[in-house]
């Protein structure tokens, strides 16, 4: 199992090794190595400092993957189809792949229960999948797609930029497809192109919360910080540092006991639940939502 990040060079590595992307052996010898993924940083005066670091932290770690464009937003596809070819020719037999943002929580745990039983030689990519996003067409956003870069009026389903995870075969079905497929600025929806190309369908779980929590409709008296909340789901988006290092330690603690809870007394997410197909039952994020990601 090979965890894979997008790191901005501003974020901390070190959280991310010391909490949910320890690497080592796990129950029924499952082998998880952990990866960051880095382009150059944009701002050349940080730059000797960065390379300081960043030689220390590959030295001293090896787990550091970097390839020469400029760490932006806008490259990020840049980042995916290095790292599909990366996988392809130097990781090929990996079974499955979490990839996902820097700032997320991942239960690693519970992704691992979800991969029990899938074949990693059959396709397999599970998130948030978003389904129905239009692109957006004000000249004012960040995210305005001109009809010239994408005529369509509905971007094929993708997955939340937060975490996803795919089985090794459609990794590397997903190296060749998206060198086919003319590169699109916003990577998520890349991947969605590519996925469609080779008729994959991306399923969606209730583990995967791409936008954080949304707390009032969820679970109307829910802490954020409620650990026996966040132990039933798998990947859990926009976290500071401390936000991550507080919740590995709730849930890691061994008093943690959330069986007598008193409020509230059903959860509506189980992260156990079924993957279901992407074929037009679930919610339809507006054009706002769904890049709230990045
Ligand atoms: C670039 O890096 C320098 C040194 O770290 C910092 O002082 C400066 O604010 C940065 N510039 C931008 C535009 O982020
Ligand atoms: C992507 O990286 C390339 C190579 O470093 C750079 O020339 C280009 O400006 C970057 N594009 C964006 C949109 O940041
Ligand atoms: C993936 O690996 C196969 C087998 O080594 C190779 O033939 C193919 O060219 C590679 N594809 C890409 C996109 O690198
Ligand atoms: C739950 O049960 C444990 C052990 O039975 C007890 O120590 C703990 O205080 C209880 N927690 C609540 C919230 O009732």
Known sequence: ??????????????????????????????????????????????????????????????????????????????KETHFLEWVNNSCPHVKFIFKGDADVYVNVENILEMLQGQKPDTDLFVGDIIIHAKPIRRRSSKYYVPEFVYGGGLYPNYAGGGGFVMSGHTARRLSSACQQVELFPIDDVFLGMCLQLIGVKPSRHQGFRTFGIPRPSAAPHLQTFDPCFYRELMVVHSLSVPQIWLMWNLLHDPELSCHNRTSPTSWPFRWKDKMVETEGKETDYGEKQVFVTH
């Open 1 to 78: 199992l090979l965890f894979h990040l997008f790191l901005s060079p501003r974020y901390n590595f070190q959280v991310v090794r010391r909490t949910w992307g320890k690497e080592g052996l796990f129950k029924n010898g499952v082998s998880i190595r952990t990866l960051f993924l880095l382009g150059v940083p944009r701002n050349r005066t940080a730059l000797p400092l960065w390379d300081r670091l960043l030689t220390y932290e590959s030295q001293t770690f090896k787990d550091i993957l970097l390839w020469d464009f400029d760490d932006t937003f806008f490259n990020l596809t840049l």
